[in-house]
C-alpha cells in the first residue's frame, strides 16, 4: 500500500495549493482510493480530482517502465480509481 498526500491545486495549475487531499494505491486490492474532505461540494469550480488523476497516471507510466515489458507497457492501468464519498467532511471552507 502507498499513500500520496496531495496539497491540491483544485485542477488550476496556475492557482497555489489550496487543501490537502489522500490518495491511496492498495496493490492487493487493485484499486486507488481517493479521500476528499470538501467533496460534499461546497466549492464548485475546484476538480481536486484532476491532481489525484495526475499522480495515478504518473504511478502508471513508471510501474509500465520498470516492469519493462513490451505488453505492459501498451496496456491500460488495470487498477481502479474510487472515490471514497463515506471520509468525514469539513463544516467550514477554511
Known sequence: ?????INSTGGNPSRA????????????????????SWFKGKINDFNFM????????YVHKRRQ????????????????LIVKEDCPQQKDFL
Open 17 to 36: 495549493p489550496l487543501h490537502w487531499n489522500l490518495l491511496v494505491f492498495d496493490v492487493e486490492a487493485r484499486t486507488w482510493a481517493f479521500y476528499n
Open 1 to 5: 500500500m502507498l499513500i500520496f498526500p
Open 65 to 80: 517502465e520498470l516492469l519493462g515489458t513490451e505488453e505492459m507497457q501498451k496496456a491500460d492501468d488495470p487498477f481502479q
Open 50 to 57: 484532476q491532481d489525484a488523476e495526475m499522480v495515478k497516471e
